[in-house]
């Protein structure tokens, strides 16, 4: 009697095993949405949309499902949004993918020929372009259309809106973090294809460190295989261990190339400040070292100020507050409002991805791009400047303001201002918490008590500074003489320059400037610059 050879043990490579970036075959677990999921997909005049956090699983589980019901490529169109993220309308986006014109009546036969019509990313679509979606879906229902939306969003209806006539003809189903025995099940099935084992303590160490996330599982699982040189299939079975302090910056750089650019952006602030200030990346930095979900307003403002001495808190309070005012424009500006959000005073991270990722960064990386260049002056510039310029002074404001940088202008500090005594005020502003100021000159500026107060004040502070603390501008018709700033300093002039071009220099300026390592340096204590100055005859400006 022949004894039959033993059946032959399927041969996989790595990238078919683990594999954060693709659709994994060997190691697809069912989530407990993806029954209900199925059903919605084989109902009949049903839109279904499909959200959660990235790296949760989403493309893989809508793939499955719609495998699981036959509904291939000859019976479902699928894209991905991200291809027309900056298309205005979605019949400009349906007219490209089925290259026909933006028309109903052309567009409509091809959504007819397919059962069902998928977007993938559907997040990226513009918020016009979804709007339009959302009201197109009801004309659509009736018409027997019908779409499968994938993408990143807290609720559906952050995907398309709140419209309750659309939620009756739209099912709405959300992936979460996965639970430990999801991840332990994936991690059997990679063990098992590639003929590996873990031992309890690396199963637990993987399951641990991803937080829910099939991708960061899938990223570990797959680099420490890598360390123990197992690319493939293997006989005889192999030990593979999960030390994650050996594997964590190759898991790490994974996701450079989505997120790395993003934190470095965050950290610098607005879009356009080429020069940065540190308060962005003190917030930032935070953020990452509390290993948090959410963290509010309250908690960043002891760590980050709380600690600091009066007067550099002072300084570090107004920076601070001034920056989380600007945030939610500049997750924005940065595109990461699909994975963080600042509402009501605290800052949530809806993506267990960038969780894990900010949690291991080394943010030595991060400072190294940021340039950090100054800590200790509340404002790159103040403005110095006779009533009667303001008109052009307020459009110089704004241009600064535009390229993120920080400027100290009497109109923003009204209630800041009020009840304060003037001299002490202006007297430290313009001598101890600026890095730069620019005098304003027109034939007003000599004439002026209160300019005249700021320029002794900043004329002092010169001496003991640096000697281009102060930056003349010309924006009158002539440059006044003026006692203490002798023609031979170098000035600029609106009479041949814009104020885009002396918004651009003083940038170039303050980029200039050497970066520091680590705390910069306190500012040199000037002491009271306003001692010396005649307090007589000077009327209190009004506020």
Known sequence: ???????????????????????????????????????????????????????IGKSTVAHRALGALGLDGSRVHMFSGRRYSNSPSILDVLAMEFDVEADLGEIEPWLKAYEIIAIDDVHHLTLNARTE????????????????MIGIAKTGEEILGLDPELAIRNDVWRLGSQDGSFMEALIAKGCEALNIRMSAE????????????????????????????????????????????????????????????????????????????????????????????????????????????????S?????????????????????????LLYENDTLTIDDPVFRFYLDHLDFARVRSQVNIRRVGYEYDVAVSFAGEDRPIVVELVKALESRGLEVYYDFDQQAHLWGKDLRKELGRVYSQDAQFMIVCLSEHYPEKDWAVFEFEVGKGAAVKRTDDYLLPLVVGSARPAMVGLPDTVGHISLGNRSLDEVADL??????????????????????????????????????
Request: include cysteine.
């Open 315 to 339: 300084r570090q309070r107004n920076s601070f507050y001034r920056a989380m005012n600007n945030l939610p424009a500049v997750i924005e500006e940065n595109s990461l409002s699909d994975i």
């Open 1 to 55: 009697m022949t004894i039959p050879p033993p059946p032959t043990r399927p041969s996989y490579r790595l990238d078919a095993v683990f594999n954060e970036a693709g659709l994994p075959e060997v190691t697809y677990v069912p989530p407990r949405e993806a029954q209900q999921l199925k059903g919605s997909l084989a109902t009949a005049g049903k839109h279904v949309t499909l959200v959660g956090p990235s790296g």
């Open 506 to 543: 003083l940038q170039e300026k303050l980029l200039s400037l050497p970066a520091v390592g680590g705390e910069a340096d306190e500012p040199a204590d000037e002491g009271n610059a306003t001692e010396e100055l005649d307090r007589s005859g000077v009327d209190t400006p009004e506020l």
């Open 202 to 313: 690396s199963v637990q160490t993987a399951v641990g460190a991803a937080q829910g996330s099939p991708s960061i599982l899938q990223a570990i699982c797959r680099i420490a295989c890598i360390s123990a040189d197992v690319l493939h299939t293997v006989e005889p079975e192999v030990e593979v261990a999960i030390e994650l302090p050996l594997i964590r910056e190759a898991v790490v750089r994974q996701y450079d190339g989505r997120y790395l650019s993003k934190v470095v952006n965050l950290a610098r602030g607005r879009r356009q400040a080429r020069s940065v200030h540190d308060t962005y990346f003190r917030i930032v930095e935070r953020v990452a070292r509390t290993g948090k979900q959410q963290i509010s307003k309250d908690e960043l403002y002891h760590s980050i100020v709380g600690s600091q001495d009066a007067r550099q808190k």
């Open 133 to 148: 979606l959302a009201g197109l879906l009801k004309l659509w229902h009736e018409l027997g259309i019908r779409f499968f």
